[in-house]
Structures are given as C-alpha cells and as structure tokens.
C-alpha cells in the first residue's frame, strides 16, 4: 500500500495479507482465523490463540517445542476486528475500504515472499496479492520459499528469506529520479 501511494524505491511483502479485491480464502487459512471468526463477539475484543492454534497457524514449520517456545514468548491477544472487517467483510461492503489500493498505478517494483506450507497466508493468497498487484507496469515478482511457514522471519534460516529480498529490492530499486515523486 505504501508503494501504490508513491512511497519507496522498492518493496517486499512476506507473507502477505490481501488487499481488497483479493478473495482467495483456502480452506488452511479459514482454519487459522477461526478463533477471531468463530465468534461475532470477537468483532470488539482481543483474539488470543491457543498453543494449538498458534501452532497451527503461525509456527507450523517449527517442531512443537519451538513453537510452544515461540507462543510463551511472543503471543499476545490482538484485535479480533482486523479479520472481520479487514479480511471476512472487506470485499463485501460497498464502496472502497482501508484495504484497497489501485492495482494498475505505476510504483516502485514489488516482490512478494510466501511460504510453501504457510497455514495463514498460504502460497495461493499470495500469488493472488502478486497476480492483482501485476496489473501494475512496474515489476512485481514472486517467490516461495520451500519448508516454510507464517514464521518464517522467526525460523531458523530467516536470514535466507531477509538476504533474498535485499539481494532482489537492490537489484531492482527505480532510482530516485524514476520516480513519481521526486
């Protein structure tokens, strides 16, 4: 969203969640959105995952222990809203939402990064976000990384994925004169 609105030279989305107009939902994803959804209730509270769940959703390229670590140290409740109104309802309320962007204005390159077992955010909704964002002249790439999942910028190997997307991001980067808004 900050390159459709002329900010960066270039960009990388990990694991991206959909804009509006994106309406890939696998069934993986559903299943790991269900504690915020599986309550209308959660529209105004926090959503907290059990160790199960986070497993599930998040952690499941990491053995069980890592991920229970990973749960003790880094899960907390969030707004149960965001997937609601962002994510379950944006597509279906007339009129544009915080979510959209045009897909056809020209902005710095873009490349996505999935996760090929990725539970929340698996590989078909990010090659659809990388599908909607081509409409784009400006280069937009997609890469997937094989064995990896929501976590991946906590797994081991992360510096694979972050030395990937520098590699590309320097390669491809419009210089500032190229740009709408210099």
Partial sequence: ??????????GFAIDSAPTEGVRVTP????????????NP???RRAVGFTKEEWHYAFANALSREE????????????PGNWVWAYGLLANFQPGHQETWVDYSVD???????????DHIMPPAVNKSNAKHWGKSPALTDYYEFEGRGHWTCGEPGWEAVADYALDWALQHA??????SDA
Wanted: no cysteine; aromatic share 10%; net charge positive.
């Fill in 107 to 117: 902005r710095a390159p873009l490349l996505f990064i999935g996760g090929s077992i």
């Fill in 27 to 38: 069934l993986s994803q559903a299943r790991s959105l269900f504690p915020a959804l599986k």
């Fill in 1 to 10: 969203m900050l390159l459709a609105r002329g900010l960066g030279a270039a």
């Fill in 41 to 43: 209730a959660n529209f």
């Fill in 174 to 179: 419009r210089p500032l004169s190229a740009r």
């Fill in 67 to 78: 991920s229970d670590a990973a749960w003790e140290r880094y899960a907390i409740p969030a």
